[in-house]
């Protein structure tokens, strides 16, 4: 069962079929939910609801970021200290939700479905000047560095093709920016298999699961180096990461990976390396044992 505010799921994922689907916004919510033996809390709101509806349920919290943008810091280390199974997708979580927890949390990378994100298309068969990123109107994403970085490029390269995905409108009268507003899974694959490089220029994020995909599928990885990209990059290993808000050092490395064969054939072919460790069936095997060992 899951449940949410909304009675439409996202498009980049599809939830198996043999799943309830419940809406909060639902008539008879209440009743419909019935007795459940576990919830898993996926985000600081939905805390919320598991403390006044699931009162005699076993608990779940799977953090996916330091949510302290629409909540007080005091308050989201309440809800790591009530007594949750807490379940991190990162080091740098864990690292500050065990200051407050009662028991260790339990560290679970975010992982890929490596069936659907790889490379379909060589990457030698994709146009040499091209770059994807996702949209994303919050501060903390970044969006305006990596705007930026691609404006300057553009001048540097006429050619470039840049092909953007997200959930918010975005309105951009150049021909060259190419935009997918709610891009289903397989729109990402494919934008991914069209691009050589995917650009990142996030402030601060839990994890950064698009870098990991673009990856997967054979792009060069272009990134600031915040925390959450470290659980999967490493700079001239299998990416090319530079200070955050740094917009010279995004264009320069971009630059790189455009004109040094050499190097990008090395950064995606350890990339391909890379995801292997996080693939879906690993983390989902990890997730069961969790929930099964902390919840009896």
């Known amino acids: 069962m899951t449940i949410s505010e909304t009675r439409i799921e996202p498009r980049w994922f599809s939830l198996n079929n043999t799943i309830e689907k419940i809406s909060s916004n639902d008539k008879n919510f209440e009743k419909r939910i019935g007795d459940v033996d576990i919830v898993i809390a996926t985000a600081i709101w939905t805390i919320a609801y598991a403390e006044k509806y699931f009162r005699k349920s076993k608990k779940v919290y ?16 309440e809800t790591y200290a009530l007594g949750y199974t807490n379940i991190v997708v990162s080091t740098w979580l864990k690292d500050i939700v065990d200051q407050y927890s009662k028991n260790p949390s339990i560290l679970i990378k975010n992982p890929i479905d490596l069936n659907a994100y790889k490379i379909i298309t060589p990457v030698t068969n994709r146009r040499k000047h091209t770059i994807s990123l996702l949209y994303h109107i919050n501060e903390y994403k970044g969006v305006k560095y990596a705007l930026e970085a691609i404006n300057r490029l553009h001048d540097i390269y006429p050619d470039l093709e840049v092909y953007m995905f997200g959930v918010f409108d975005f309105k951009d009268n150049q021909p060259w920016i190419h935009y997918t507003f709610r891009a289903s899974q397989q729109q990402t694959v494919d934008i991914y298999n069209k691009t050589r490089v995917f650009l990142c220029a996030t402030i601060e994020e839990g994890y950064g699961l698009t870098g990991l995909e673009a990856m997967a599928c054979g792009n060069v990885l272009i990134s600031t180096n915040y925390q959450g990209v470290r659980e999967y990059a490493k700079d001239g290993y299998n990416a090319l990461l530079s200070p955050v808000k740094d917009v010279d050092a995004l264009v320069e490395n971009v630059k790189r990976a455009f004109e040094d064969n ?9 990339g391909q390396e890379s995801v292997k460790n996080l693939s879906w069936d690993e983390a989902y095997k990890k997730f069961e044992k969790a929930i099964i060992d902390n919840t009896k």
């Open 262 to 270: 050499e190097l990008s054939q090395r950064l995606v072919k350890n």
């Open 62 to 77: 799977f953090i996916q970021d330091y949510e302290t943008w629409d909540h007080s810091v005091n308050y989201v280390h």
